[in-house]
Every structure is written in structure tokens, then in C-alpha cells.
């Protein structure tokens, strides 16, 4: 059980300038005093539907044989998270995760049974490749790039318009929506939700849906989610590791430092890899921190909207 505040200054912090279009949603949940999950799931429903991010839901980019698949995960805590992995028919994978979570005794659904699944809780079947992503696949495809997905997927960079870059173009490539939040109560909860990488293989899941990969909520020490390049933050546990890091009485950045030096010591890094990483401990403090330039977090408050850099970046300066 655990020892809930009994009231609390609510939060919401998203991963990318992007997070803020969710936020406009999620927070009126939490002004009237609702629940951190609701907010949490109407961030990540809300960027799903928004064409104009192209890593999350629909605009999404597709797997190597031009099928977009979706994955996410909800969390309140270890006894209470859902997760979705393949979807290949609906759109709204982080709300397909909290009916998991919330309905069935399970925490994990994947693939075609997914999809039956959501079709059995009336979640609408939808298209999930739009036209511009179909553009981008051909193109893909033309080239005859290499398929490998991490080191084809370069790095975004952020410019905390909403929008993120590749040099002068728009980026094409892997992000995810990560929300977390505390409400009046007290109460913390988690979601991410993505399309994962760019021409992956088929079949291809990375961090985000993954519980204690992507994102790990634990009510009674704080939450961490991820973005990047999932492969990395898979090998080392990254959410739960910053969630650990704070049990430890890790200050939020701190935490998640620890995670990327973690990283840092367990693979090559190359330098187009990129993760972002953003902390709520249970008691309104957040950190942010990346391994690399390029990464904004969003926040809203009670004092507004902020878009903020991350506290900390393991490799500053190098080129964005
Ligand atoms: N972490 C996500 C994945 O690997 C993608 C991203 O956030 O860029 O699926």
C-alpha cells in the first residue's frame, strides 16, 4: 500500500515540446481534480491523434514492409500497468493499455490479438499510415537504405516549437510521447506511446511499452520515462533504474544521470544516438536529462506552460 500525500500541487511533464499539445487535453483533468491517469492517457490520445507529430499514432513512420504498428504502456504502479505492443488496426494504443490494465487480469497484449482485443472494447479500426508517411516509405524503400533501425534512424533535435528538426528538415524518424503526472491527491501515474523506429523489422518492439524499460511508476518514490533510441534503454532497465536511483535518495536528475552513465558504460555509443529522460518524484520535484543536445521536455503547472532543456546533458556541444 502506499502512502499517498493528501493533497498535492499538480504536475504534468512531458517528454518533447510536442508533450505541451497533449497537455493542453490532460490538464483541465487534473485543474477539476482528477485523476493522474486519466490526464496521463488524454496527453498521449491527444498526440496520437495529431498528424502533425510524426513519431506517435497516426503520421507515424512505418516497419520495413510499410506497416505502422503502435505501442504503449499505462502505469500507476507495479500492481496496476497495462501495455499494448504491434498494433496494427487502432490508434489509440495508450488507452487500448489502460483497458488492459484496468480490465483484464493481464498486463501485456500484443499484435493481431491486440488488435482483436481493442476491437472487442469498441476501440475504433483505423488507418494508421498517413500520406506522408507513405511518402517517406517509398522513398525508404527507393534509396535501398541499410535496415538496420538504430543506425538508421539519426537524431532529432527540438527546438521547443512543438516541431522537431534534422538539420533544416523536418525529422523523420522515431520519438515518443511520454506523460507523466501528479494530481491533487497526490496521486502519480505514467504513459508513453509511440511508433516505435523508423523501417524496423517487422515484429520490432522497443522501450516504450515495456514496464520499467520506458516507463516505471512506483506511487510511493516517483516515475521515469524514456525517449530515444529504445535499444539502449532496453539493456539497461532504464525507467525502473531511475526510479531506484531516487529510492536511493538520488535528487530526479541525478537518477537519471546514473541511468545514462549506465548506458554510456554499457554500449558504443555512436554519436546519432540520442535518449531523453524525465523524472516526477511523489513529492513535485522532476528532472530531465538527455545524452545528447537536441532533447526538450515539456511542463504545465498551475503557474502555466513551460518549455524547458533538460537539467543536465551527458555529451553537450556535439553537433545538433
Ligand atoms: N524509444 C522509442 C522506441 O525505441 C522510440 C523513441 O522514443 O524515439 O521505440
Same mark, same amino acid.
Given at each position: ?18 508533450g505541451?499539445?497533449?497537455?493542453a ?9 482528477g @485523476?493522474?491517469?486519466d ?24 516497419d ?5 504498428t ?10 496496476? *500497468?497495462?501495455?499494448?505492443? *504491434?498494433?496494427?488496426?487502432?490508434? @489509440? ?27 472487442a472494447?469498441? #476501440?475504433?479500426?483505423?488507418d494508421?499510415l498517413?500520406?506522408?508517411?507513405? %511518402? +517517406?516509405?517509398?522513398?525508404? %524503400? ?6 538496420d533501425q ?17 538539420? #533544416? ?5 522515431? &520519438?515518443?510521447?511520454g506523460t =507523466? ?18 523501417? %524496423?523489422?517487422?515484429g ?13 511508476? &512506483? ?6 520515462? +524514456? ?7 532496453m539493456?539497461? *532497465?532504464? +525507467?525502473?533504474l ?15 544521470? +546514473?541511468?545514462?552513465e549506465?548506458?554510456?558504460s554499457?554500449?558504443?555509443?555512436? #554519436? %546519432? ?9 511523489? &513529492? ?8 545528447? &543536445? ?13 518549455? =524547458?532543456?533538460?537539467? @543536465? ?8
Amino acid at each position: 500500500m502506499s502512502a499517498f500525500m493528501a493533497s498535492a500541487t499538480p504536475i504534468l511533464l512531458s517528454t518533447w515540446s510536442f508533450g505541451l499539445r497533449g497537455h493542453a487535453a490532460a490538464w483541465p483533468v487534473l485543474e477539476a481534480g482528477g @485523476h493522474a491517469v486519466d490526464a496521463v492517457v488524454d496527453a498521449c490520445t491527444a498526440i496520437e491523434a495529431d498528424p502533425e507529430v510524426d513519431s506517435v499514432g497516426f503520421g507515424g513512420l512505418p516497419d520495413r514492409d510499410g506497416h505502422v504498428t503502435l505501442d504503449a504502456c499505462v502505469m500507476r504502479s507495479p500492481a496496476s *500497468c497495462g501495455s499494448v505492443c *504491434c498494433l496494427r488496426q487502432h490508434l @489509440h494504443a495508450a488507452r487500448i493499455a489502460r483497458d488492459i490494465m484496468d480490465s483484464t487480469p493481464h498486463v501485456m497484449l500484443v499484435g493481431e490479438a491486440a488488435d482483436a482485443y481493442a476491437d472487442a472494447v469498441g #476501440e475504433p479500426r483505423e488507418d494508421l499510415l498517413s500520406p506522408a508517411a507513405a %511518402k +517517406a516509405w517509398e522513398s525508404w %524503400k527507393r534509396d535501398g537504405t541499410d535496415v538496420d533501425q538504430i543506425r538508421d534512424a539519426g537524431r532529432p533535435v527540438d527546438r521547443g516549437g512543438g516541431q522537431l528538426f534534422d538539420g #533544416e528538415r523536418r525529422w523523420a524518424g522515431h &520519438d515518443t510521447i511520454g506523460t =507523466l503526472a501528479l494530481d491533487a491527491m497526490g496521486v502519480l501515474a505514467g504513459a508513453c506511446s509511440t511508433s516505435g523506429s523508423p523501417w %524496423k523489422l517487422p515484429g520490432r518492439v522497443g522501450d516504450s511499452p515495456i514496464v520499467g524499460h520506458g516507463l516505471y511508476v &512506483d506511487p510511493d518514490i516517483g516515475a521515469v520515462t +524514456a525517449t530515444g533510441s529504445g535499444e539502449l534503454v532496453m539493456g539497461v *532497465c532504464g +525507467a525502473m533504474l531511475g526510479v531506484e536511483e531516487m529510492r536511493r535518495g538520488a535528487e530526479p536528475t541525478e537518477a537519471l544521470l +546514473a541511468v545514462l552513465e549506465r548506458i554510456k558504460s554499457s554500449y558504443d555509443l555512436e #554519436e %546519432k544516438h540520442q535518449v531523453g529522460l524525465i523524472a516526477l518524484h511523489r &513529492d513535485g520535484r522532476i528532472g530531465s536529462a538527455a545524452l545528447r &543536445d537536441g532533447f526538450k521536455v515539456g511542463i504545465t503547472t498551475v503557474d502555466g506552460d513551460e518549455i =524547458l532543456d533538460p537539467e @543536465h546533458v551527458l555529451f553537450p556541444g556535439e553537433s545538433e
